[in-house]
C-alpha cells in the first residue's frame, strides 16, 4: 500500500514517510492510494485481531507477526457498546490509560513509530492540544528512549483534571503552557512542520490526527462495533453519531463503511464551533477562530480532517450529504442533555458525548432510528463541568485521583513561533 496527498495523487510515497513525514510535503493530507479488499467479518474476534485482520490490509510494510503484535500490546482494553435507552446506545471507548477515545490511535501510532525509527537523535513528537490529545500521546510515548513528546496546550481552556494529566508525566515528556487558545498552538506546530532551518536541526514529527498512524487505527473500533451491533442481532441498520472537533474520528468512521460497516447515516456533532455543519447547509468551508465551550476538545475553528474528509467524497458536497449530516449543539443543550440522561438512566456523561446525544437526538426526530453514539471522554475528565453545570458529582478513577497528586512541570510562553522554535533547537 502507498499512501497520496489530498492535493497531489501522482506522488505516492510509502507508510515509513507517511508516519514520520506526518503532513504531506505539499500541505495535504495522506490518503491511501486505493481501497483494499477487505470485509469486517461477523465472526466474534477480540479487538486487537479485529484491529489486526482490518489494519494488515493497510499498513502492508509491517511485518505481519510484529503488526499482531503491537496491536495485542496497544488495545489491551475494553471497548464496549453499552446499551441506555431504548433507541439509543452508546460505544464507551475510554477505558484506555488516559480515559479518552485518543489512546486507541495514540498507542497504535507510538507502536509503529517505535518499529520503525532508525534516527540517532531521538525523535520529537509535536502535539497541538486541546486537552485529550496530549495525555492519550504523551502516555503513548513515555518512557521510549527513541523519542521526546513536547505539547502545546492553551492556558486556562483545560479543565483541572486535563491539566494534571498533561503536565506531570516528566521524563521524556514536556508541556507547553501557551497564552492564547487551540488555534494558536495548533498554528505554532504547522509553523515548525514548513520551518526547514528548524527542520535541519530537530527531527520532528507530528501526532495530531492529521497523521495517519493515529487516524485510520480509529476505523477498527467502528468495525468492532459493527461486529457488537450484528451479535444483537439487529437487522436494522443504525445511525452512528461522532463528537467531533478535527473531524479525524468521524474521517476513520467513512473508512469502515468502506469496508462493510452498515451505518444507516452518520452524523458529526459539533459544539458551537460549527465550520462543518455550516459547510453541509451552505457549500462553504469557512475555517474561523474557535469559540470556548464545555466540550473543550471540540473547541476547533479549522478542523484539520476537513481535507481528508472532503478528499474521500472527491469534493462532492452532495455525495457527502447522502452519508454524513452535522448538527451543532450550544452549550445550554449540552447540559440539558448530561441531566437529562443522568436522570432517565444514572449513566454519566462528558460534555463531548453529551454533544452526541444531543444531535442524535435532534436527528431522531425526525428520522426515528437506532442510535449509537460515540462515547469519547470518561465522565469524570470533565468532572468540574459535570458538577458546577449539573449538579453531578462523578467520582474519580484511581488513574486521575493519581494524577491530581503530582507536581505540574508545565513550562509558560507566549504564543511566539520565535520563542517556541527557540525552545526547540535548544532541545536538540
Ligand atoms: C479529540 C476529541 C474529540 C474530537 O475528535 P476529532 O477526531 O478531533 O473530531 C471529541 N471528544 C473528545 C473527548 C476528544 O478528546
Given amino acids: ?120 537523535a531521538p525523535l520529537t513528537i509535536l502535539a497541538a492540544t486541546s486537552g485529550d490529545t496530549g495525555s492519550a500521546v504523551a502516555s503513548a510515548f513515555h518512557g521510549r528512549p527513541k523519542f521526546r513528546v513536547v505539547l502545546l496546550y492553551p492556558e486556562g481552556k483545560v479543565s483541572n483534571v486535563q491539566e494534571q494529566q498533561l503536565t506531570t508525566f516528566g521524563g521524556n515528556v514536556t508541556a507547553l503552557k501557551i497564552k492564547g487558545n487551540f488555534d494558536d498552538c495548533q498554528k505554532m506546530v504547522k509553523q515548525a512542520f514548513s520551518d526547514s532551518k528548524l527542520r535541519s536541526v530537530v527531527s520532528i514529527t507530528s501526532a495530531n490526527s492529521i497523521n495517519v498512524g493515529r487516524w485510520l487505527p480509529q476505523a477498527v473500533y467502528y468495525a468492532h462495533l459493527w461486529k457488537q451491533w450484528q451479535q444483537l442481532a439487529r437487522n436494522e441498520s443504525p445511525v452512528v453519531c461522532v463528537p467531533s472537533g478535527n473531524l479525524g474520528n468521524l474521517a476513520a468512521g467513512l473508512v469502515a463503511c468502506k469496508h462493510g460497516a452498515q451505518f444507516a447515516h452518520m452524523i458529526g456533532a459539533s459544539n458551537a464551533n460549527k465550520p462543518f455543519p455550516d459547510y453541509l447547509n451552505s457549500g462553504e468551508f469557512s475555517p474561523r477562530s474557535s469559540v470556548p465551550t464545555h466540550s473543550n476538545a471540540m473547541d476547533v475553528g479549522n478542523p484539520s480532517n476537513f481535507e481528508r474528509i472532503e478528499a474521500m467524497f472527491h469534493k462532492n458536497l452532495d455525495e457527502m450529504k447522502k452519508s454524513v449530516s452535522a448538527v451543532s449543539i450550544s452549550d445550554e443543550e449540552t447540559i440539558a442533555t448530561i441531566n437529562s440522561i443522568y436522570k432517565e438512566t444514572g449513566y454519566e456523561i462528558c460534555p463531548h458525548t453529551a454533544v452526541g446525544i444531543s444531535a442524535m437526538r435532534t436527528y431522531q426526530k425526525h428520522h426515528p432510528a437506532k442510535g449509537i453514539v460515540l462515547a469519547t471522554a470518561h465522565p469524570a475528565k470533565f468532572g468540574d463541568v459535570l458538577e458546577h453545570q449539573a449538579g453531578i458529582t462523578v467520582s474519580l478513577p484511581d488513574t486521575l485521583r493519581n494524577a491530581l497528586e503530582k507536581e505540574s512541570l508545565a513550562i509558560s510562553m507566549n504564543a511566539d513561533y520565535q520563542k517556541f522554535s527557540e525552545f526547540l533547537m535548544n532541545l536538540a
Fill in 1 to 120: 500500500m502507498k499512501w497520496i496527498s489530498t492535493r497531489n495523487n501522482q506522488e505516492a510515497v510509502t507508510l515509513r514517510e507517511v508516519l514520520f513525514q506526518g503532513l504531506a510535503r505539499d500541505g495535504g493530507l495522506y490518503l491511501p492510494e486505493y481501497t483494499p479488499e477487505f470485509q469486517i467479518s461477523s465472526e466474534d474476534q477480540s479487538l486487537p485481531d479485529t484491529a489486526f485482520s482490518f489494519l494488515k490490509t493497510y499498513f502492508t510494510e509491517i511485518e505481519e507477526q510484529n503488526l499482531q503484535e503491537l496491536l495485542k500490546n496497544a488495545l489491551n482494553f475494553e471497548i464496549p457498546l453499552v446499551q441506555i435507552t431504548e433507541d439509543l446506545w452508546v460505544l464507551e471507548l475510554f477505558h484506555g490509560p488516559t480515559l479518552a477515545f485518543k489512546d486507541v490511535g495514540a498507542r497504535v501510532m507510538a507502536g509503529l513509530l517505535d518499529m520503525l525509527y532508525e534516527g540517532d
